[in-house]
């Protein structure tokens, strides 16, 4: 059984390892490397895992090795990995916002199996969802092991090219601070109408969750959801049609583009 080297044990370490913890990967299997004492030693604690302050010694002892550091310090601690790298040939997954796997494979001296993901903030609850994409050196087995540990918090999706990850970045890696801004509008609209605060955003979050779940579990597509529960001459259409005048379907048009350009312009940079 392949041994994980988680490389920074922040916030999204530790959701991937609580996660794969609690799907039944023995304490074992894992190794973090994390330069805060204090947060090595929650790490420690917390889940009963080998942490270490030197990044050489931990990725030495694993066949996969998990970038999940800030992108700022990902170029420095790569390349002092680089023959290490050459020598044991791990997987290497990264989930590295904007890092391309063509300045990963530079910053480590040549083609190594990579894995480049790109996952979302409610991974931090086990409801995130990861897009994956992995260069020609990933063995199918390196591939399905990247997935289950992605998929330790939420569920995962493969892309076939690695432009598209700027348009997942778009969607899913800033979308939910698109909902947070839509339930922040829906709650003071909701204040406006003379609910409380509390009121409006316990109505407000409890409806996005509730239709998310809907829509998850139902078979029809969402405008057919919306279209079940749009009566006409009722609430909903009458909510619905001033959201179509002011061009709701251009406005998330012209965010998610937005988005997916500032992405690989980001990527740009990050190669140059
Ligand atoms: N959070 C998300 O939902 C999310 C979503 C998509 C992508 N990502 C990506 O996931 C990566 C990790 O995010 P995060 O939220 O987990 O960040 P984080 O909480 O800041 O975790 C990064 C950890 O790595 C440590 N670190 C810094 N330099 C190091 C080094 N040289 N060697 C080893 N460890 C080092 C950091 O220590 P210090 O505190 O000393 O810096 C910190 O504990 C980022 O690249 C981010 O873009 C995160």
Not at 35 to 56: H, K, M, R, T, W
Not at 130 to 136: E, I, K, P, R, S
Not at 151 to 163: P, R
């Given at each position: ?187 003071d609209a909701g204040q406006a109408l003379g609910l409380s605060q509390q009121q409006a955003s316990q109505l407000t979050l409890a ?66």
């Amino acid at each position: 059984m392949s041994k994980i080297a988680f490389i920074g044990g922040g916030n999204m370490a530790r959701a991937l390892i609580g996660g794969l913890l609690s799907s039944g990967k023995s304490a074992d299997k894992i190794i973090v490397a994390e330069p805060v004492a204090a947060a090595a030693q929650a790490l420690s604690s917390d889940f009963g895992i080998e942490v270490s302050a030197n990044n050489i010694d931990v990725v030495q002892q694993a066949d996969c090795w998990v970038l999940a550091v800030k992108p700022q310090v990902v170029k420095g601690v790569v390349s002092e990995l680089a023959a290490l790298a050459a020598a044991q040939q791990p997987v290497v997954v990264s989930i590295v916002a904007g890092i391309p796997l063509g300045s990963l494979e530079k910053w480590l001296g040549g083609r190594c199996p990579l894995v480049r993901t790109m996952p979302n903030t409610p991974a931090l609850v086990g409801k995130g969802i990861t897009a994956l994409f992995a260069n020609q050196q990933a063995s199918a087995s390196q591939r399905a092991l990247a997935e289950q540990i992605m998929q330790a918090a939420g569920t995962t999706l493969w892309v076939d090219d690695e432009a598209l990850l700027d348009a997942v970045t778009a969607v899913s890696g800033s979308g939910p601070a698109y909902f947070f801004r839509v339930m922040e509008a829906m709650i003071d609209a909701g204040q406006a109408l003379g609910l409380s605060q509390q009121q409006a955003s316990q109505l407000t979050l409890a409806t996005a969750a509730g239709a998310a779940e809907l829509a998850i579990q139902s078979e029809h597509s969402v405008a057919r959801l919306r279209e079940q529960v749009t009566s006409p001459g009722g609430t909903t259409a009458a909510a619905l049609e001033v959201m179509n005048d002011l061009a709701i379907g251009d406005l998330f048009d012209q965010a998610l583009r937005a988005a997916n350009n500032r992405a690989a312009e980001l990527a740009q940079e990050a190669d140059g």
